[in-house]
Structure formats: structure tokens, C-alpha cells
């Protein structure tokens, strides 16, 4: 059977990035099989029934799936268990023995901000080659707006995220946006370590890189400073 992995993540922390990455390294194209987009809030599907026709579909010794952890409250009433724990969730629907990779963003700002200009243009993601959608921003009131909102729910994934992982009784390796930007190499290499296990991961002959373009620039930058400058108590308490 194949080894089972879990990118349990949030909007905007580099989730794509990464699983483009692992899949370039044929460590099971990890995809959002169980994106309430495509499958709908409503509707008669069962999310262990979507993972078993994804693994059917994924050749070779691994399988990778992404979860956004908003999407886990839908899934559980999918998956006729509304009252379970988030980890207990992933277990029944992940098998009692897989890998999660927690992955978040530090920079909650940023993130938002990511997210709010992504939903305003719909460009969720850009590769090499590809031009940039322009898109005529609303005034700056509505722009706070929106970005506070986004902060908000924002650390509240982040909060989640970490209650998920810290209750997980399967392995975990907690990772972050901001050093898989830095440092690449070293970040997948921990990553396929521990999916794959030490022995296999240090035979393995990485490659490295994505052809996913960074969406971050100026205007972005400017975003950030500004919501920062006019929210000068955030950031002042402690989320865990």
C-alpha cells in the first residue's frame, strides 16, 4: 500500500509551492482532492469516497493530499461525523498511519493580503510565463476592510492548525512559508525525509524548484505596510 501524507495548511502559505515541488520528485502530486470548490457544500459524496478514486487515479509508492483546514467542519458532516475532533477526522479518512505536514505562514498580514488580491483578480496561481492579471483595486476603505477580515479569519486558521497538529497522534512536521521561501532545498529535504523515511529520503536525488511564480510585488508590499501602519496593536498578544 502507499505511503499516505496530509499538506494540512491555510490559504496563502505556500501550499502550491510545496506540492509542486513534491510532485516534481514523484512523492504523490499532492492535490485538493477534497476542495469544497469542486465538490460542493452540498450535494451526496462521502470524502472517503473521493480519496479512494484520487488514490486509484495516483501511480507509484506515495499519496499526497492538501487540506485546508476551514474545509475539515464541512467534511466531517460529508463524512456523517459532525461531532469529531479535527484529528480524529483526518485519521478516519487518512488511515491510522500517515504523515502530516503542517504548513502555515508566520506573516498572517501577509497572507491576508495575498488572499484578498488573489480573490479580487481570481489568480490563485501564476507560472512561469504567464502574465499577471490587472485588476483596479477598490478605494483603500474597502481595502482595510477586507484585509482586516482576512487577518482575522487568518489567525484563527492558524489557531486551528496548531490545535490539529499538536493533537495528531501520527507524525508531524511543522513547516513555514517563510523558510520554505529562504531556504528551499533544505525545507523539501525535510519534507521528503519524513515522508519517505530517513533511509529512502537520503538515496533520493532531490530536484529542486517550481515553476509557480511568486505573486508578491510592490503594490502587495505597499498593502501591508499601510494596514501594519494604521493596526499598530497587532500583533501584540499571543495566539498559542
Not at 504523490?28 to 450535494?43: D, K, Q, V
Not at 499577471?132 to 477598490?138: E, R
Not at 482575522?152 to 495528531?168: I, K, V, Y
Not at 497522534?169 to 519517505?196: F, G, H, K, S
Amino acid at each position: 500500500m502507499s505511503k499516505t501524507f496530509v499538506i494540512l495548511t491555510h490559504v496563502r502559505s505556500g501550499s502550491s509551492m510545496l506540492s509542486d515541488m513534491l510532485a516534481r520528485n514523484a512523492l504523490g502530486a499532492p492535490e485538493e482532492h477534497l476542495n469544497l470548490r469542486f465538490l460542493g457544500e452540498g450535494g451526496d459524496w462521502h470524502p472517503a469516497d473521493v480519496l479512494a478514486g484520487a488514490r486509484k487515479e495516483t501511480p507509484g509508492d506515495y499519496f499526497g493530499s492538501k487540506v485546508m483546514i476551514h474545509w475539515l467542519d464541512v467534511l466531517k458532516k460529508h463524512a456523517g461525523l459532525p461531532a469529531a475532533t479535527d484529528a480524529r477526522l483526518l485519521a478516519e479518512l487518512f488511515g491510522e498511519d500517515f504523515t502530516m505536514i503542517h504548513l502555515y505562514r508566520e506573516d498572517t498580514v501577509a497572507a491576508a493580503v495575498s488572499f484578498t488580491l488573489a480573490g479580487l483578480n481570481q489568480e490563485w496561481h501564476r507560472r512561469t510565463g504567464e502574465s499577471a492579471k490587472q485588476v483596479v483595486l477598490p478605494d483603500w476603505e474597502v481595502l482595510n476592510v477586507m484585509i482586516s477580515d482576512n487577518v482575522t479569519w487568518l489567525d484563527w486558521c492558524r489557531h486551528r492548525l496548531r490545535m490539529a497538529a499538536s493533537t495528531s497522534m501520527r507524525a508531524v512536521v511543522e513547516m513555514r512559508y517563510e523558510d520554505l521561501e529562504r531556504e528551499p532545498a533544505a525545507e523539501l529535504r525535510r519534507a521528503v525525509t519524513a515522508i519517505m523515511g530517513e533511509e529512502a529520503a537520503s538515496a533520493h536525488e532531490l530536484t529542486v524548484g517550481t515553476k509557480l511564480v511568486k505573486q508578491r510585488n510592490e503594490r502587495s508590499a505597499e498593502l501591508r505596510g499601510r494596514w501594519l501602519a494604521e493596526h499598530p496593536g497587532y500583533g501584540s498578544y499571543d495566539l498559542g
